[in-house]
């Protein structure tokens, strides 16, 4: 065979069998490239997933949406999420109220009385049972504001606090027993406590001693009473002191001369006969020595929060002062004093505070 055919022959062979070898090798890059690109597709997608969950519906959110994801507020009528220390208030007072040794102290008539004691906000559906002596007058404030009758609490005028002709204020008394029904069983529903004791000597400082409203009915109408009936030494001529005081509200019978002063004895009643705790379910108790965080819990349980805020509260304002009670019943019988506790026992218990040092000696 000619030589110049042979070697084209051979190089035609050579040339196929690298077209093939180049093919073979195109196809070996193209099957890693193919490998390396879709070997995880679920970790890519995941990824791809990840960054549209994060950004994706932040950009659509509406700012109400955005508000709550960053700033979630409670509306107060959830009480699993409340905090413990309510939780456990809560819980006390169902315990006393169980107890039948303690029921002629815990018990009492959802009454006309207890009824013109408790506040209505129909727009925010809202009660307050009023516990005079124990920052009543600010939580008015609020509900006034509330109610729409002023637009803040700075320009309510002071007059108008306790006019409840003009505080638009109603009474849960003022409405039918159906609607009385209701907004018992519907409505968030607090009142506020303090130290029993402590709360006694306020009253008798504010109303027989200071009296800064001008209320002459105290010295003139009620102290003589009180004086008549329960002061030892008549020839003594001294206004009304706090051991007659003491007398008066240990005395069984103290009930005959209550009637003779009306419903100005909602100073010194107890919580029992002026909310009747036993009988209401109250969504939040709170405490006169806790106001500072009790305040903004309560109105934030109420959802109301962002519409007001309770007043300043004066430091130091709110703290138990367990010198002023021991030398306000310095001198006063420890037989007086007995009587006095067991009149008020059932607020000691319900509502968690200890029997005074010097009652136990």
Not at 35 to 46: C, I, N
Request: hydrophobic content about 40%; charged content about 30%; proline content about 6%.
């Amino acid at each position: 065979m000619d030589p110049s055919i042979l070697s084209i022959k051979y190089k035609r062979q050579w040339l196929l069998l690298a077209a093939c070898f180049w093919v073979i090798f195109m196809f070996m890059v193209a099957s890693k490239f193919i490998t390396l690109t879709f070997k995880d597709p679920d970790g890519y997608s995941a990824k791809q997933e990840f960054l549209f969950l994060t950004t994706v519906p932040e950009a659509g959110k509406s700012r109400e949406e955005k508000h709550f994801a960053e700033d979630p507020k409670p509306t107060g009528r959830m009480p699993p999420a409340a905090p413990l220390v309510y939780m456990e208030r809560l819980e006390l007072i169902r315990n006393v109220c169980r107890d039948e040794a303690l029921r002629n102290l815990s018990h009492t008539a959802v009454s006309k009385f207890v009824l013109d004691r408790i506040f209505v906000c129909d727009k925010h559906k809202i009660l307050f049972c009023q516990t005079p002596k124990v920052g009543n007058t600010q939580w008015k404030k609020v509900l006034i504001v509330l109610n729409g009758a002023f637009p803040s609490i700075e320009e309510i005028p002071e007059n108008v606090i306790h006019d409840h002709e003009k505080n638009g204020l109603p009474r849960l008394s003022s409405f039918s027993k159906v609607g009385i029904e209701k907004r018992l069983k519907t409505y968030f529903k607090f009142f506020i406590v303090r130290d029993p004791f402590e709360r006694l000597i306020s009253a008798f400082k504010d109303k027989f001693v200071h009296n800064p409203r001008f209320e002459p009915w105290y010295r003139h109408e009620i102290a003589p009473g009180i004086i008549r009936k329960y002061r030892k030494n008549r020839t003594e001529t001294r206004g009304i002191q706090f051991e007659d005081f003491v007398r008066y509200l240990g005395d069984p019978n103290h009930r005959w001369l209550d009637l003779q002063f009306g419903d100005h004895i909602i100073h010194w009643v107890t919580y029992v006969e002026l909310c009747a705790p036993c009988e209401i379910k109250y969504s939040v108790i709170g405490h006169h020595e806790t106001l500072e965080e009790d305040a903004p819990y309560i109105l934030r349980e109420a959802g109301i929060d962002h519409l007001v805020s309770y007043p300043t509260i004066p430091p130091g304002i709110t703290v138990y002062n367990r010198t002023k009670v021991e030398r306000y019943f310095l001198g006063i019988s420890k037989r007086d004093i007995r009587r006095l506790y067991a009149r008020f026992e059932g607020d000691f218990k319900l509502f968690g505070y200890q029997k005074p040092d010097f009652l136990l000696n």
